[in-house]
């Protein structure tokens, strides 16, 4: 069972970066959200190594990039990542995009499938995955992902999809939940109204949102105000009502926040 909420770590690097994980490990997080191309493995493992927490009550999840999606390179790459932690396990995996013009999302999953095997990854999942590559990789190997981390945020809420991986009992994972100070749902008119309704941020409500679709939120912040807002988030529910006016601020496919459309995107950092 996951806890309330995961770390992000874009941008959290060096040794600014292992204090600011630190400090988070020490408020209770335990669930980080890393990846080869935010750069900061190292800082991960070293933050890990350096807190109080004992490493098995800490969820590492990292990510397989694109330019490793071939079997072999996969099976390195992670083993790569693992040194570069320090550490001697992931507790979750996933393949970071399908990129499905390049074809090889299945060659991945199952490099991920058998690096469980080997004991690299105790958990393996997926990212940006839409229903039908949900469905090859499920079809080709008989593996469900455990967890498929999406965009979810109040201009984009994913609605369809995050139906699409319940049903499949797939736990949906939300990425860029506030907007990554790329677009302004922190300071949207309609959130501050219901944030002062229950006397609580605007960060607060939006994590809620997302934790009462049954999505699991990885929110970065790397200072302890925000770190300490985001996990204090649990103590009370937004009624239905509120939830469709969160909905209702959807854009559609304009409210994505780097217009990264899974099926036209690429990634291969
Ligand atoms: N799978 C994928 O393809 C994918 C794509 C994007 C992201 N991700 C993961 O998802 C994580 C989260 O997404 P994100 O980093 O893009 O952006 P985000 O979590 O939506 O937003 C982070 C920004 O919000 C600020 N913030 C955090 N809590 C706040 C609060 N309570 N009040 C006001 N501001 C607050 C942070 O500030 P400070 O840092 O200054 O505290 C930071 O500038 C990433 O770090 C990464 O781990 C995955």
């Known amino acids: 069972m996951l806890p309330h909420i995961g770390l992000g770590t874009v941008n959290v690097q060096g040794g600014i970066g292992v204090k600011q994980l630190e400090n988070a490990l020490n408020l209770g997080y335990r669930v980080i959200d890393t990846s080869t191309n935010?750069?900061?493995?190292?800082?991960?493992?070293?933050?890990?190594?350096?807190?109080?927490?004992?490493?098995?009550?800490?969820?590492?999840?990292?990510?397989?990039?694109?330019?490793?999606?071939?079997?072999?390179?996969?099976?390195?790459?992670?083993?790569?990542?693992?040194?570069?932690?320090?550490?001697?396990?992931?507790?979750?995996y996933l393949v970071h995009w399908p990129n499905p013009k390049q074809g090889k999302y299945?060659?991945?999953?199952?490099?991920?499938?058998?690096?469980?095997?080997?004991?690299?990854?105790?958990?393996?999942?997926?990212?940006?995955?839409?229903?039908?590559?949900?469905?090859?990789?499920?079809?080709?190997?008989?593996?469900?992902?455990?967890?498929?981390?999406?965009?979810?945020?109040?201009?984009?809420?994913?609605?369809?999809?995050?139906?699409?991986?319940?049903?499949?009992?797939?736990?949906?994972e939300a990425w860029s939940p506030l907007g990554r100070e790329i677009n302004d749902v922190l300071t949207n008119d309609t959130i501050k109204e219901i944030a002062q309704k229950y006397n609580r941020s605007t960060a607060q409500i939006i994590i809620n949102w997302i934790n009462q679709k049954q999505v699991f939120p990885v929110v970065k912040a790397s200072q302890y105000i925000h770190q300490t807002d985001n996990f204090n988030y649990l103590d009370f529910e937004l009624s239905e009502d509120d939830i469709q006016t969160i909905d209702a601020l959807d854009k559609g496919e304009d409210g994505r926040v780097e217009g990264q459309n899974p099926y036209e995107y690429e990634e291969f950092v």
């Not at 949900?134 to 469900?144: K, Q, R, W």
């Not at 965009?151 to 049903?167: G, R, S």
Request: one cysteine or more; hydrophobic letters at 35%; glycine letters at 6%.
């Open 38 to 92: 935010y750069n900061n493995e190292g800082m991960v493992g070293e933050a890990i190594r350096r807190s109080s927490v004992p490493r098995e009550d800490i969820y590492v999840s990292a990510k397989l990039p694109g330019s490793s999606h071939e079997y072999d390179k996969a099976i390195n790459l992670i083993q790569e990542s693992l040194y570069r932690t320090g550490l001697d396990y992931f507790d979750k």
């Open 106 to 172: 299945v060659e991945a999953w199952q490099a991920l499938v058998d690096a469980q095997k080997y004991g690299l990854i105790k958990t393996i999942g997926v990212s940006n995955f839409m229903p039908e590559h949900l469905d090859d990789i499920i079809e080709a190997t008989g593996v469900t992902p455990a967890t498929n981390q999406i965009e979810i945020q109040p201009y984009f809420n994913n609605n369809a999809l995050i139906q699409e991986c319940l049903k499949r009992g797939v736990l949906p």
